[in-house]
């Protein structure tokens, strides 16, 4: 006769172990402790097996039938349920240590020796936020493209576009190490290009120098012998790198020497919402100069022969031509200098951008995200000072770098 829950859960212990059939070679095994065991007997190959389905109540009398009609099926396949179980196990077990997260942890700690110790502790929070909750938990054999699109576009649905492109790439750069190491046999992420799967941001191209010409550019700029508003004007664009006509239509107004900051309003910036400029000591130093200059009145840079209007939109372009930058460097390239060198020492992508002005748009609303992170822009404008400053005098592998909060 069949069991029931009733006489499963009433049923009492005795000084010896007690057998309560089920059918089909499942039975209850009651222990003289008390503990009900789920067992069930079947046969492969002419051999009798015994396996444990677990404990009731852990495990109900309808759990239990459902276990052993699945390994009912399994030997009516010629299969051995319990040879599956270990197999099973032994499977779960090496795609724990073959997990992507041990995996990425492995390559990181390889690719991080020839990095700055800034940079590799970026990309690894950057792992650990983005890709290691996702991916992380999964054997690596067993990650394909579909899981990285999800993936990437996932993070692209925040407005974090640059930061998926980079998870792609870093990704990929794991799988690299994982294929020569022995761990998977391709590398999933190389049938997949950016443009494939995540939107295109329209861009455009400006000429610039290699971050490895900045410090003869700027040892150009100090040397510059023509209009001192032109050569205060291309060093306050390299240490605050906002975009031109941020820059030359500057007015006094805007600036708070004494604690160190710029205010441009947004009717001026071409999101047309606030912008904040923290001010580096040497920013502070050049304003302080041009201010004996000017009077500090007005605009900053006042045209050369109307002083109600700004100086034009090409007197810095014109003066890198003549300083031997033409078609190499322009007034704008300093964004993507700054830019460019500011990830490589590993600062937050998302302050970088922030400081660029670059936001997307459906993010956080436009009036709050202009004074957003301002403490840790604060520390990374002062540092960009100090590194041209330091790369002016040869001094770049020597200089220190705070620690953003």
């Given at each position: 006769?069949?069991?029931t829950?009733?006489?499963v859960?009433?049923?009492k212990p005795s000084t010896?172990?007690?057998k309560?059939g089920?059918?089909?070679?499942?039975?209850?095994?009651?222990?003289?402790?008390?503990a009900?065991?789920?067992?069930?007997?079947?046969?492969?190959?002419?051999?009798?097996k015994?396996m444990?389905l677990g404990?009731?109540p852990?495990?109900?009398?309808?759990?239990?039938?459902d276990?052993?009609n699945?390994?009912?099926?399994?030997v009516?396949?010629?299969?051995d349920?319990?040879?599956?179980?270990?197999?099973?196990k032994?499977?779960?077990?090496?795609?724990?240590?073959?997990?992507?997260?041990?995996?990425a942890?492995a390559?990181?700690?390889?690719w991080s020796?020839?990095?700055?110790?800034?940079h590799a502790?970026?990309?690894?929070?950057?792992l650990?936020?983005?890709?290691?909750p996702?991916l992380?938990?999964?054997?690596?054999?067993?990650?394909?493209a579909?899981?990285?699109?999800r993936?990437?576009?996932?993070?692209?649905?925040?407005?974090?576009?640059?930061?998926?492109?980079r998870?792609?790439?870093?990704?990929?750069?794991?799988?690299?190490y994982?294929?020569?190491?022995?761990?998977?046999?391709?590398?999933?992420?190389s049938d997949?290009?950016p443009?494939?799967v995540?939107?295109?941001?329209?861009k455009?191209?400006?000429?610039?120098v290699?971050?490895?010409?900045?410090p003869?550019l700027?040892?150009?700029?100090?040397?510059y012998?023509g209009?001192?508003?032109t050569?205060l004007a291309?060093?306050?664009m390299?240490?605050?790198?906002?975009?031109?006509s941020?820059?030359?239509?500057?007015?006094?107004v805007e600036?708070d020497?004494e604690t160190g900051r710029?205010?441009?309003p947004?009717?001026?910036?071409k999101?047309?919402?606030?912008?904040i400029v923290p001010?580096?000591?040497?920013?502070?130093e050049v304003?302080?100069a041009l201010h004996?200059v000017?009077?500090?009145r007005?605009?900053?840079?006042?045209?050369?022969r109307?002083?109600?209007?700004?100086?034009?939109?090409?007197?810095?372009?014109g003066?890198?031509?003549?300083m031997?930058?033409?078609g190499r460097?322009?007034g704008h390239?300093f964004?993507?200098?700054?830019?460019?060198?500011?990830h490589?020492l590993?600062?937050?992508?998302?302050h970088?951008?922030?400081?660029l002005?670059?936001?997307?748009?459906?993010q956080?609303?436009a009036?709050?995200?202009h004074?957003l992170?301002?403490?840790?822009r604060?520390?990374?404008?002062?540092?960009?000072?100090?590194?041209?400053?330091?790369?002016a005098k040869?001094?770049v592998?020597?200089a220190?770098f705070?620690?953003?909060?």
């Open positions: 006769m069949k069991l829950d009733t006489r859960k009433s049923a010896k172990a007690i309560l089920d059918g089909r070679g499942l039975y209850l095994l009651i222990n003289p402790t008390g009900k065991l789920w067992r069930l007997k079947y046969r492969v190959g002419g051999k009798e015994l444990a404990c009731y852990e495990v109900s009398l309808a759990q239990a039938r276990a052993c699945a390994a009912r099926k399994q009516a396949a010629g299969a349920p319990m040879a599956q179980r270990k197999a099973d032994q499977a779960r077990q090496l795609a724990a240590e073959n997990s992507f997260n041990l995996i942890r390559w990181w700690k390889h020796a020839a990095r700055s110790p800034r502790e970026y990309v690894l929070r950057r650990e936020a983005d890709v290691f996702e992380g938990g999964l054997s690596i054999s067993d990650i394909e579909p899981d990285l699109v993936l990437v576009k996932v993070v692209e649905g925040r407005g974090a576009l640059d930061i998926a492109k998870a792609l790439q870093t990704i990929g750069q794991v799988f690299r994982a294929v020569a190491h022995g761990y998977v046999a391709r590398n999933p992420a997949i290009k443009s494939d995540l939107q295109s941001r329209k455009t191209n400006y000429a610039r290699e971050a490895k010409e900045l003869a700027v040892r150009s700029i100090e040397a012998t209009s001192v508003y050569r291309m060093k306050l390299a240490l605050t790198f906002v975009r031109t941020e820059l030359i239509n500057a007015r006094w600036f020497l710029w205010d441009i947004a009717a001026r910036m999101m047309r919402t606030p912008h001010l580096s000591r040497q920013a502070v304003l302080r004996m000017s009077g500090g007005g605009l900053l840079f006042p045209g050369e109307d002083h109600a209007k700004p100086m034009s939109n090409n007197t810095i372009l003066a890198l031509d003549r031997g930058y033409k460097m322009t390239g964004r993507g200098l700054a830019s460019t060198i500011l490589e590993g600062y937050d992508h998302h970088i951008e922030l400081q002005a670059h936001t997307e748009r459906n956080v609303s009036a709050y995200n004074a992170y301002l403490a840790p604060t520390v990374l404008m002062q540092d960009w000072a100090d590194y041209i400053e330091n790369s040869g001094n592998r020597h220190t705070k620690k953003a909060a």
